[in-house]
């Protein structure tokens, strides 16, 4: 089973879409969940961090499931610049290592 | 907002050559980190530094790769031999602290003819 895995996509919706990601991770220990935003040839930008509880940052809503092992991104009303690719990334228990997922590509269209 | 820099941001080498690629952290930031991204592919983790010494590296950062912070301020990337499959995007993070968020510089490009 890979560390991180993420469905690639690409997720074609319409602007004001609401639009789901799951990712799944394979370390039952992992501690620190994120999710980052990568646009084409630059480097990822953090979205926002996973807690426990789940949290929301206006559109986006992050939450976790420790016992299935999996963290989902929620978007509401997608904008056209939310296309980008979505990318999942979770520390591993030996060391401080932070795992990237391939990424998820959202193309929002008008 | 605090950045971390990269320099170059382009770098262009000939098989063999060696290359150094230079991030400026944010300061009191003490966890370090090279990543690096094959075009079209994932981002892969390469090492990870922690008080002047490599605290974890990867199956892909072999006898060729070292890191080092030479002056306590600058974080480097020093690759001896480039082969024509170093081609990729390379970027340095940065850590405040265990378990919080990575901050990334802009990444240098390498190519490798």
């Known amino acids: 089973r890979k560390e991180v895995e993420q469905d690639p996509g690409p997720f074609n919706v319409p602007e004001g879409a609401t639009v789901a990601f799951n990712c799944t991770y394979s370390n039952s220990a992992s501690q620190s969940f994120f999710w980052y935003r990568q646009d084409c040839r630059k480097e990822p930008k953090l979205l926002m961090s996973v807690y426990s509880s789940g949290n929301e940052d206006g559109r986006f809503t992050a939450q976790l499931n420790r016992a299935s092992q999996y963290i989902s991104l929620l978007i509401r009303d997608s904008k056209l610049s939310d296309s980008a690719t979505y990318l999942c990334?979770?520390?591993?228990?030996?060391?401080?290592?932070?795992?990237f997922g391939a990424g998820t590509i959202l193309r929002v269209k008008s | 907002e605090p950045e971390v820099t990269q320099t170059p941001s382009h770098q262009v080498t000939q098989m063999g050559q060696e290359v150094i690629l230079r991030c400026v952290p944010i300061?009191?930031?003490?966890?370090f980190y090279w990543y690096r991204q094959i075009l079209g592919q994932k981002v892969e983790f390469l090492v990870s530094?922690?008080?002047?010494?490599?605290?974890?590296k990867s199956e892909i950062f072999d006898d060729q790769f070292s890191v080092e912070r030479p002056d306590g301020s600058n974080f480097t990337l020093k690759i001896r031999s480039t082969k024509l499959e170093d081609s990729a995007m390379y970027f340095c993070?940065?850590?405040?602290?265990?378990?919080?968020?990575?901050?990334f510089g802009n990444g240098t490009r390498l190519t490798v003819t």
């Open positions: 993070a940065n850590q405040g602290a265990v378990n919080s968020p990575l901050h």
């Open positions: 990334v979770v520390n591993m228990e030996y060391g401080n290592k932070l795992v």
């Open positions: 530094f922690y008080n002047n010494e490599i605290s974890e």
């Open positions: 300061s009191n930031h003490l966890y």
